[in-house]
């Protein structure tokens, strides 16, 4: 049991430096081979942990009442903390992914329905076949019409969709983003899969020690507007300016829209129109997996590097085909619940999204909101040929 309990702790490990990361990624090496030989046992065994901490917070609380005496208790104005996570009866939440035939969105809801089912709350998950945000605005007008209790979104654009979020929020439906966010008076809370600039910075750092620090890059992104990829994108350009890149040139910026088609298409223009191309970063599991797909049979495969965000069933047969060294990823499935825990909790009002508020994540133990609403998931974990066989999503 003690080592499922240990994974409660394993999110508040934040790397800033790739000292760190690459402590923290042989640290979550071995959490998340525990998580993944058996997710629901390892749930089970977190549900038991927790019940049994709530048991020993029952019978501590016991003594305070009789202690000082009973009227107290009847006109105390607070209530212990676990009555607090109850929730309500009746919810409905509705999910919008970026668009729901990209792999990882269908893992991401799928830890967002499983949450649901958990919390006795009526689930389900709309959104569009294209990552874009005028596709998802439809979608974000019907859950408001359906008068959802929340609606939980992965942003195609941080501005797009403002209006019709306040007028959901005007109708009093909650709203949390997941995985992209909007700008943040779009929402109530975020759910981040890590820290942002960790993810831009690391990809950087990683394909610098794959190309010896030497050589023309490139970045194929998602969509153009894709709140996230543009965040990651961002440290990227930052961690370059630093002198240890000084040989390493960014040529371009290329978009495959989280479209497996285009992102192939993208990949194949960029090695013709670069011809010293060394290195591609991908910040998206559509795209790297694309890329790899062209690289594993042209002969570029072993001579560009490709490096990115990627699941590691779709990555396998490049990794052991040798196309694809290193990438990495978070657990979409525990994002995906994360978000609808703590869509739950506002729409109980036990929490207000406010900064400082810990909350009750299931499964993932009990989470504080930080500053501007966010909330993080944790460390991505780093796959290699070494490590990719422990993981199946
Ligand atoms: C794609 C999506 C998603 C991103 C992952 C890494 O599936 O763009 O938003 O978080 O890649």
């Known amino acids: 049991m003690k080592p499922h309990c240990r994974l409660i702790q394993k999110p508040n490990l ?41 048991r020993i917070l029952r019978l501590r609380n016991l003594g305070l009442p009789i202690a000082v005496g009973c009227s107290l208790i009847l006109a105390a104005p607070w209530a212990p903390a676990q009555e607090k996570r109850e929730i309500k009866k009746g919810l409905k939440i509705a999910f919008i992914p970026k668009n729901i035939n990209n792999p990882y969105n269908v893992i991401e809801t799928g830890g ?18 294209d990552a874009s945000a005028s596709s998802q605005v439809s979608y974000i007008n019907t859950m408001i019409t359906q008068r959802q209790s929340a609606i939980v979104l992965a942003a195609n654009d941080p501005n797009a969709l403002l ?45 610098a020690k794959e190309i010896d620090y030497k050589g023309d890059i490139a970045i194929l ?8 990829q543009n965040t990651w994108i961002g440290f990227m350009k930052d961690e370059l300016q630093k002198p240890e890149y000084k040989d390493m040139k960014l040529v371009t910026v290329a978009y495959g829209n989280d479209d497996d088609q285009k992102s192939f298409t993208e990949t194949q223009g960029l090695i013709e129109a670069y011809p010293n191309l060394r290195g591609i970063i991908s910040p998206t599991t559509v795209g790297i997996a694309a890329a790899a797909r ?20 779709q990555m396998r047969q490049f990794v052991k085909d040798g196309t694809v060294k290193e990438f990495a990823l978070w ?22 999204g406010k ?38 999503f």
């Open 14 to 54: 934040e790397p800033t430096s790739y000292a760190d990361y690459k402590t923290v990624k042989s640290l979550l090496a071995g959490n998340y081979a525990e998580q993944g030989s058996d997710p629901d046992l390892g749930a089970n065994r977190l549900n038991l942990c927790n019940q049994r901490n709530l």
């Open 112 to 129: 967002s329905l499983a949450a649901c089912k958990e919390l006795g709350i009526e689930g389900k998950v709309v959104g569009p076949s």
């Open 163 to 207: 209006p019709y979020l306040s007028r959901a929020k005007a109708q009093g439906i909650k709203v949390v983003t997941m995985d992209s966010d909007t700008a943040k008076e779009g929402r109530t809370i975020f759910c981040n899969q890590a820290s942002s600039e960790m993810i831009g910075r690391s990809e950087v750092q990683m394909l």
């Open 221 to 228: 992104s998602a969509t153009p507007n894709a709140t996230n």
């Open 294 to 313: 062209y690289l594993s049979t042209s002969p570029s495969k072993g001579k560009i590097a490709l490096v990115g965000l990627g699941t590691p069933n």
């Open 331 to 352: 657990s979409p499935a525990d994002l995906g619940y994360l978000a609808a825990c703590a869509a739950a909790q506002l729409a109980s009002g036990n929490i207000q």
């Open 355 to 392: 900064e400082g508020e810990t909350f009750s994540a299931g499964k993932l133990g009990d989470r504080t909101i930080g500053k501007d609403g966010v909330v993080i998931l944790g460390p991505p974990t780093v796959f290699t040929a070494d490590n990719i066989d422990q993981f199946n």
